[in-house]
């Protein structure tokens, strides 16, 4: 794929895509190559949706079915679909590679993919070569993505990328625009949070070119852009009707230093992020892009889609902060986040921060347009970023599937429970281990884990923790339980027991 100036000149091309492979694989060490999850929660989570998504595809059932749950009327819904990472992972998954490590190349992929996608943007928007070789390369080393590394549905910001830069070309050139509605699409069943930052962005395009003389291909653009979104809606419709609305004082607002803030575990900087800022929030894009993003708006000749680009960057940092503006972990006063969140969804948004992505990368391409005349100066940004960056090798958990589920895989139980039931949502990984096992046979299970639980979760797992009481038997029943594994005990009923070390876990099987 090769994109041209407004000059006609060749700016962008698929060359730069070894240099994008190695920054993501750098900075992502050594999750490119580990078969080893970084965290035991979202990380094995995500890895099991992925296989569930693929083995329900290839055996023509309801990937939006998930069999975790089972009992709830309102079970399903409650997480990511990352359907298009899981079209992604399918061939890796045919040639046997094993769940957390194809999560893991993903990961990488992605990272990837939106450095690439930036790229482009950058280019569309009239940066050369160079100029677009450094907004890629930048984007792929921002603190953004360390902050979410357990987080594959936010690396997939890519759709979104791409999506603005093919909106941008129609409006340009008027060329076919079913890409716009094909990307919007896939950004929706890749992740909720970042089809709603595009959705946004996509507001912020149509006001900006309002001022242009471009009013039919806006109307046409505007088309493509509702297409997508149209045909999203019977995947929407379950999370529409279990989306988690927040009040907007519980929304969580990032610390201002966030800006001036880099990654914890950078060897360089690491001294200045503040405790005060948010684990996840990470808004400093490094000094090479606020240099030349500054030198850029202050010494440098815009065009005409740079007041999208700036719009872009005032919006999404003002959203960025959250309902209360914080300074050095003091709230100061009331934030501009708490117009924006009239808007309809902004109440789902938990943290504001993740929307961060959609400032930083406009600030990117600034930097990478005021030095693309300069190769020797994109190198050294490239290479001065990358410095700032480096940190120690990401952290990863040796982990085994349980013997039990390599005994579920040969029975044919239609509902299974694990006991003890977990409803502490700051401490999932008793649940995400269970499902990670689960994909050796994908059993329809009672317990689950997802962004939410059910509405009656936490009642059902006090009941039934309580086993082997009466209640506990009853309720059992009533959800057509055929198998329950308790851990932590040798039952005298149990038709089989296994033991993790000291741990006795017995299956009992239910009449």
């Excluded at 957390?100 to 009239?126: D, K, M, P, W």
């Excluded at 045909?231 to 999370?239: K, M, N, Q, T």
């Excluded at 999404?316 to 934030?335: C, D, E, H, Q």
């Excluded at 990117?364 to 190198?379: D, Q, S, Y």
Aim: with cysteine; aromatic share 14%; net charge neutral.
């Amino acid at each position: 794929m090769t994109y041209r100036g407004k000059n006609g000149k060749r700016s962008f091309s698929l060359t730069a895509l070894p240099l994008f492979l190695f920054l993501s694989v750098v900075v992502t060490w050594p999750l490119a190559v580990s078969p080893h999850p970084h965290d035991c929660a979202d990380t094995l989570f995500n890895s099991w949706l992925i296989t569930w998504n693929n083995h329900s595809l290839l055996n023509c059932t309801n990937p939006i079915d998930l069999p975790i749950f089972e009992g709830f009327e309102d079970g399903n819904g409650r997480n990511d679909l990352l359907i298009s990472q899981s079209l992604v992972a399918l061939p890796f998954q045919l040639m046997g590679i094993d769940t957390v490590r194809v999560h893991n190349i993903l990961l990488v992929l992605f990272l990837l993919f939106a450095g690439y996608a930036s790229a482009l943007l950058a280019a569309e928007t009239g940066a050369s070569r160079y100029g677009s070789l450094f907004t890629g390369s930048v984007v792929i080393l921002l603190p953004y993505f360390q902050s979410h590394i357990w987080h594959l549905q936010l690396f997939s910001v890519g759709f979104s990328i791409l999506a603005l830069v093919y909106a941008l070309r129609f409006l340009r050139v008027n060329c076919k625009g079913w890409q716009i509605s094909l990307l919007v699409f896939l950004q929706c069943l890749a992740s909720l949070y970042q089809w709603y930052f595009l959705n946004l962005a996509m507001v912020l395009l149509v006001i900006s070119t309002l001022f242009f003389n471009e009013k039919k291909k806006l109307l046409k653009m505007t088309g493509w852009w509702l297409g997508g979104n149209i045909a999203a809606i019977p995947f929407l419709l379950p999370h529409l009707k279990h989306a988690q609305v927040w009040s907007t004082d519980s929304i969580t607002s990032t610390d201002i230093s966030a800006f001036i803030a880099p990654w914890g575990n950078s060897y360089l900087l690491g001294w200045m992020r503040m405790s005060s800022v948010h684990p996840e929030a990470a808004l400093w894009p490094g000094l090479a892009v606020i240099a030349g993003s500054l030198w850029f708006l202050f010494r440098r000749k815009k065009n005409k889609w740079d007041i999208f680009l700036l719009t872009c960057i005032l919006f999404f940092s003002l959203f960025s902060l959250g309902p209360t503006l914080v300074t050095f972990g003091r709230a100061i006063a009331p934030a501009p986040f708490r117009l924006i969140a009239a808007l309809p969804g902004c109440g789902s948004i938990r943290l504001p921060a993740r929307a961060a992505i959609f400032f930083l990368v406009p600030l990117a391409i600034f930097a990478g347009r005021k030095l693309e005349g300069k190769p020797w100066l994109v190198f050294t940004g490239i290479l001065v970023t990358l410095a700032f960056t480096l940190h120690p090798p990401i952290h990863v958990i040796p982990i085994q599937q349980p013997a039990w589920h390599a005994w579920l895989s040969h029975q044919n139980f239609d509902r299974v429970l694990y006991l003890p039931m977990s409803w502490d949502m700051d401490m999932p990984q008793a649940e995400t281990r269970r499902l990670y096992g689960s994909v050796l046979h994908f059993t329809p299970s009672v317990n689950g884990y997802s962004t939410t639980l059910p509405e009656e979760y936490r009642n059902y797992a006090d009941v039934l923790n309580g086993w082997p009481s009466p209640e506990a038997i009853s309720l059992a029943e009533d959800l057509e339980v055929d198998c329950i594994i308790v851990k932590g005990i040798e039952a005298v009923e149990a038709d089989t027991v296994f033991h993790a070390g000291r741990v006795s876990v017995s299956a009992i099987i239910l009449d």
